[in-house]
């Protein structure tokens, strides 16, 4: 049959400027930057572009980079620190070809493959008939994996890479000022400098103690100190270096912009410029390949609405950041080769603006994939946009019809909606209780495992440390710290969310994460009970992780997942009704 009989699309606003009530800044990590007119950027060791005019940076992407059909590979899509995008990928290539000019990060492309097989077996799976037996894990590491890590081996060691290091040119970057030297004898200078005597009474060599130290000094709004201790921080961090020192410059930084502005201005103050739409997809795919943070939240979410619709006939989707729409590829491929036949869905995707500038396409390049897909698998699919931001979306903007089974999904990105402390209307809560009235039949959670959302700044600056830190060390054992890849990823997906929990305040921080025991007393109050997320899922994602390192761990606490690096949680997932 042709498209024309399976596919409907429908946008509601269409024509309508994006707006909102909140700030027209959106998630810190994709924020269009301008200049930069305080300290912040005119130090030698800035890891942020010192000048750029916003004025002139064209924010038009070519439509060759959109790519229609995703039939093939599977992509990232996120928010908040993973930038509120979704990486794409070329689906005329079997091979995963990340930039320009061919080059991959990946030892072996096939993992995402690998990776697509576990979500549409995971997916089918859980759609099937029930029963007793034991079900068998797929090994999804069969074939390879990007680098993969077994048990006896080892992460590389952080002082590798150090010595003749790459000189990689950015213009008018601190990444260009930084290597004239030469890496290796860069980073050697900063490691003996760490080595000095004791500054300040902090123990040399210890430069997480000294951050911390630099932000007690601002808290207690000791300026003298805290210049003395910056200007430490200052000759000790590197883009380059270790975890601790390549997160530092980034602290730093926001310990700067925190001192020198407030409120509105920091934006203005700490604003740089953003690469290209289809670059920045590329490091959001980095990302994804990378690190299995996305996957995880991708898997946990498409199982439980599998599980929770198997025996439905027509499903309604609600994504609150649809971003590429490739979320929903495996699972509307599962549900095309139901025995049953395949069911109607109904996809509602929630868009903003900077999905639209890094798709280089407005809504409708996330309709000609779902095209695709409804094409090639004979499922009927119907797809409606709504580019607004979350906070204002109105239920009358889902068109929720009776006899669905509603399915409303949110990846990483509840966290942006403000809470109380923020608006006395409690935008947060309200969004929920609203979503409840709906009745769906499943609602699923992603977030951060962290709490900086109401914590005083000094609890919340020890928080954000800790919590990208792991994220650092398990960015390490993947990439070589000298490689241009790895700096712009933790430069346009990570580091500018860290700036914004500590540098912003009130509407202007919308960072705001919560750990999973505030989010299910959230939930509950607005009326949702849990439902434990499958066995199932549980045993394909711990194959999945067997795949990139043994330091990743995943617990389960109060009916939900939590996926962590060593002993720290990053990300949870649940499942609600």
């Known amino acids: 049959m042709g498209s024309h009989q399976y596919f409907g699309y429908g946008v509601t606003g269409a024509g309508l400027p994006y707006s909102s009530s909140y700030p027209s800044v959106p998630s810190m990590p994709n924020r269009l930057f301008g200049s930069l007119k305080l300290d912040i950027g005119n130090s030698t060791s800035s890891p942020f572009p010192t000048e750029f005019d916003c004025d002139t940076y064209a924010t038009t992407v070519s439509d060759s980079q959109d790519c229609y059909s995703s039939t093939e590979n599977l992509s990232g899509e996120s928010s908040s620190y993973f930038s509120r995008l979704n990486p794409s990928v070329d689906c005329q290539r079997e091979s995963l070809q990340l930039f320009p000019g061919g080059t991959s990060l990946l030892q072996d492309a096939s993992s995402s493959h690998n990776i697509k097989h576990a979500l549409l077996k995971l997916e089918t799976t859980l759609m099937g008939p029930d029963d007793d037996e034991d079900v068998n894990t797929p090994n999804t590491c069969l074939g390879g994996s990007s680098r993969p890590q077994t048990s006896d081996q080892k992460p590389r060691a952080w002082s590798q890479q150090r010595e003749g290091s790459h000189v990689i040119q950015t213009q008018k970057s601190f990444v260009s000022r930084q290597r ?3 890496e290796g004898a860069h980073v050697e200078k900063r490691q003996k400098e760490m080595e000095e005597v004791p500054f300040h009474g902090i123990p040399s060599g210890d430069l997480k103690q000294l951050l911390i130290a630099c932000a007690k000094a601002l808290a207690e709004n000791k300026v003298n100190d805290f210049d003395k201790l910056i200007e430490k921080a200052r000759s000790v961090v590197s883009i380059s270096g270790e975890p601790i020192q390549r997160l530092g410059a980034y602290l ?8 020198e ?12 410029k953003e690469p290209e739409g289809k670059d920045l997809l590329s490091y959001m795919h980095t990302l994804y390949e990378i690190c299995p943070y996305l996957k995880f939240g991708y898997m946990a979410a498409n199982g439980a609405i599998a599980e929770a619709c198997k025996n439905e006939d027509h ?3 609600v994504d609150f950041h649809i971003a590429q729409g490739t979320q ?13 036949g395949a069911p109607h869905v109904r996809i509602t995707g929630i868009d903003d603006p900077i999905s639209k500038y890094a798709r280089g396409d407005g809504l409708d390049a996330v309709a000609r994939r779902l095209t695709a897909i409804s094409e090639k698998f004979n499922i009927p699919i119907e797809f409606h946009g709504v580019p607004v931001f979350a906070p204002d979306v109105t239920k009358e903007m889902f068109d929720v019809r009776p006899g669905e089974a509603l399915a409303v999904n949110f990846p990483l990105e509840l966290h942006h909606t403000p809470d109380e402390s923020v608006d006395v209307n409690n935008p947060r809560d309200g969004l929920l209780r609203m979503i409840k009235s709906l009745n769906p039949k499943v609602v ?16 919340r600056f020890v928080e954000t440390l800790n919590y990208y830190l792991a994220m650092f060390e398990s960015i390490d054992v993947r990439l070589p710290r000298n490689q241009k890849e790895r700096i712009s990823v933790e430069q346009h997906c990570l580091a500018r969310d860290i700036v914004n929990v500590i540098a912003c305040e009130g509407m202007e921080r919308e960072e705001r994460h919560e750990l999973f025991g505030k989010w299910k007393s959230r939930f509950m109050m607005a009326g949702f009970r849990q439902c434990p997320l499958s066995s199932y899922v549980n045993s394909v994602i711990r194959s999945l992780l067997r795949c990139y390192s043994e330091h990743y761990t995943l617990v389960e606490i109060d ?4 996926l962590g690096w060593k002993d720290r949680n990053l990300i949870s997932a649940s499942a609600w009704y």
Do not use: D
């Open 180 to 182: 004239q030297f030469g």
């Open 559 to 562: 009916g939900a997942m939590l």
């Open 315 to 317: 499903i309604h989707i």
């Open 444 to 459: 699923t959670l992603v977030e951060q495992e962290s709490n900086t959302n109401t914590t005083p700044f000094l609890t």
């Open 261 to 272: 502005s407030s409120g509105t201005n920091i934006y203005r103050a700490l604003r740089c």
């Open 252 to 259: 730093v930084e926001g310990l700067v912009a925190r001192k």
């Open 328 to 340: 929903w590829m495996t699972l509307l491929q599962a549900l095309a080769a139901r025995p049953g």
